[in-house]
């Protein structure tokens, strides 16, 4: 199932989402996810409002920055959106990467 | 500042495809995905998952069509042993071994499928064994 985030903000469904021509748009307005480290101010909101192009091309900036300041649980709702983003590109590797008797590891950070 | 609507305009510049790398690999697996059959309004604008589902299909698709093959190769396996006792030097046969009178059965008989192949057989015997007799007994008649 294709991960997409949904929340309900005065009376009307949303629904989050990015597809491959909104992370190309979104590439091409500057937006690097690269650099939420660096830049989290710019970036992050950046990062909130595209995932409305998919679903909710029509909505206005100043509405998506009025929905951002009412969520709740900031730090998980960017890592999910980075994660959404990621998606877009992470589906396009074979899933046999993912089968059993491939070496698992893991890190110490 | 004078908002904006989000979505930006999607004009295709090549010198700004070869600036960006998302879109840059995007566009290098779109010709995979094409030659699968996903149209490229499914694959730019369909869910991320539409992907997974293409390259499983692909493979069902390729097992298909080995074991397609794999049967094909069978019929020709078959064909050219019905015609060995023909080609075989100082053989006596005249006539090469008839080919199969069915397909080669690719599903499991339904336990009905099995009693009507059995009561078949019976009654094929059967006929024999009456027309055997028939025979046998003109000779005494």
């Known amino acids: 199932m294709a991960k997409c985030l949904n929340f309900n903000f005065e009376g009307k469904d949303y629904t989050l989402e990015f597809n491959k021509t909104t992370v190309a748009t979104m590439e091409r307005q500057g937006f690097n996810l690269q650099e939420v ?3 989290p101010m710019l970036t992050l909101p950046k990062l909130f409002q595209g995932a409305f192009m998919m679903h909710h091309s029509s909505i206005r900036n100043e509405k998506i920055d009025k929905i951002y300041d009412s969520m709740g649980n900031k730090t998980e709702l960017i890592s999910k959106l980075a ?8 589906t396009l590797m074979d899933e046999s990467e993912n089968e059993e008797g491939n070496i698992q590891w893991k890190v110490n950070w | 500042m004078e908002s904006e609507l989000v979505s930006g305009s999607l004009s295709y510049n090549k010198e700004v495809v070869n600036t960006t790398s998302l879109e840059k690999i995007f566009n290098q697996h779109l010709p995979y995905y094409l030659a699968m059959g996903m149209s490229a309004d499914e694959y730019w604008n369909g869910s991320n998952d539409l992907v997974i589902a293409y390259r499983k299909a692909d493979k069902e698709k390729r097992k298909r069509k080995n074991v397609e093959s794999w049967v094909n190769g069978m019929y020709t396996y ?10 075989r030097p100082f053989s006596k ?16 008989e339904t336990k009905e499928e099995k009693i009507e192949k059995a009561k078949n057989k019976y009654n094929n015997v059967l006929s024999k064994m009456f027309k055997f007799k028939e025979i046998h007994n003109s000779k005494y008649e």
Do not use: G, H, S, W
Not at chain 2, 95 to 103: A, D, N, Q, R, V
């Open chain 2, 93 to 108: 046969a005249k006539e090469p071994t008839p080919y199969l009178k069915e397909p080669l059965p690719i599903y499991k």
């Open chain 1, 37 to 39: 480290d660096t830049k």
């Open chain 1, 83 to 90: 994660e959404m983003y990621q998606d877009t590109v992470a």
């Open chain 2, 78 to 87: 078959l064909a050219i042993l019905d015609n060995v006792p023909i080609l």
